[in-house]
């Protein structure tokens, strides 16, 4: 149907623009971290200077991970638009929320299926910190 086609392709456009966006968005922030966090490192004591440059690689490292996470989410939303199953949950099946569409474009689980997922993942790290610590060999 053609009018369900061209719902299809502004949805495409909307969501490809908002998503562009944010692509945008987060490479500005990487590019203002890069040139911020050097002129704050030269102000600092030769002797914290190393653990100063090891920290920010590790920020800038998490930022790249964050950046390749959400980008890698931007192109699996455009993928499920493409493919037609956007707005569809991966889990039940069950369609995805207009609003929960709007403020989560790449949401690709419904409410009830992302809760009952954050539920596992809050279970599994509970049960991860009850473990008790690696047993020691004492010595001698
Ligand atoms: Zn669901």
Redesign the pocket.
């Known amino acids: 149907m053609k009018a369900k086609a061209d719902a299809k392709s502004k949805r495409y456009d909307v969501l490809r623009s908002m998503l562009e966006d944010r692509r945008q968005e987060i490479h500005e922030k990487l590019r203002t971290l890069r040139e911020t966090l050097p002129a704050e490192i030269a102000e600092v004591k030769d002797a914290e200077e190393q653990s100063v440059a090891d920290f920010v690689q590790e920020i800038d490292f998490t930022l790249m991970q964050m950046k390749s996470e959400t980008l890698a989410k931007i192109d699996d939303a455009l993928r499920r638009v493409e493919d037609g199953s956007y707005g569809t949950?991966a889990?039940?099946?069950?369609p995805i929320a207009e609003a929960r569409l709007k403020a989560l474009p790449f949401a690709d689980?419904?409410r009830?299926?992302q809760e009952a997922q954050e539920l596992r993942v809050a279970e599994a790290r509970a049960s991860e910190a009850r473990l008790p610590p690696s047993e020691l060999t004492p010595l001698g």
């Open positions: 949950c889990d039940c099946l069950g689980l419904c009830d299926c």
